[in-house]
């Protein structure tokens, strides 16, 4: 596609259920990177995937979070038993390559609601 | 490990007025450096990049921005704000060895008429 895609827009659910957001790259980009903004935060890097590489999981906050990234291209960032504090807007980027001095193009993010 | 800090959580401008919003880095080794900038109801976009060479970057928006290597900075201006430039700036840091990058947590610019 033209942009990154990122689905749901936004997702209201109750404390304890899981949620599963998407994140469709751009077409040919190799790199992906998942990051959190929440409210008067900055931008929390989680975590990152680059073509066949083993992920950089060093920024997920715990074992509840999890991503996957199928055929080096549409990835899933899961939440398990979510919590209030999950609460946040969570952005998917995309670069041509994982490194140099490449743009990120972000998506417009999908914001989660943890009742 | 890389950081970023943006000191001031918000910088308040008139129309006309130039605008400076800080931004201070460290990093292990030689530092590629990014502005975004955050509109309202908008995604993220990418303003401007320093790689190598010359210190003042200029990107998109009649924007700037000038690296200190001695002071760790990569502060952003502009000559003249304008109302529309109202936004939440992000400064980010990524090592020239690696790849991950690292956002500070951002500032919100007002310019008032």
């Known amino acids: 596609g033209a942009g990154v895609s990122q689905s749901p827009s936004n997702k209201v659910t109750e404390k304890g259920k899981d949620v599963e957001l998407r994140c469709d790259p751009i077409s040919g980009h190799t790199a992906l990177y998942w990051y959190r903004q929440s409210l008067g935060q900055g931008l929390e890097f989680l975590i990152y995937?680059?073509?066949?590489?083993?992920?950089?999981k060093s920024g997920l906050p715990s074992d509840r979070f999890s991503a996957e990234r199928t055929g080096g291209s549409v990835s899933t960032l899961t939440i398990q038993r979510t919590q209030q504090e999950d609460s946040a807007v969570y952005l998917c980027?995309?670069?041509?390559?994982?490194?140099?001095?490449?743009?990120?193009?972000f998506g417009a993010g999908s914001r989660l609601t943890v009742l | 490990a890389q950081s970023v800090a943006q000191p001031e959580d918000q910088v308040n401008v008139a129309e006309g007025n130039p605008l400076t919003v800080k931004c201070t880095y460290s990093v292990s080794g030689n530092p590629y450096l990014f502005w975004y900038v955050q509109y309202p109801n908008r995604g993220l976009q990418f303003l401007l990049k320093y790689i190598t060479g010359d210190n003042l970057v200029k990107g998109s928006y009649g924007f700037e921005a000038e690296f200190n290597k001695s002071q760790t900075s990569f502060h952003l201006k502009k000559p003249s704000a304008l109302v529309s430039d109202s936004a939440l700036y992000f400064c980010a840091v990524r090592d020239t060895g690696g790849f991950k990058t690292i956002f500070g947590a951002g500032t919100r610019l007002f310019v008032k008429a």
């Open positions: 995937f680059q073509g066949n590489s083993a992920p950089d």
């Open positions: 980027a995309s670069s041509p390559v994982g490194s140099g001095a490449n743009v990120l193009t």
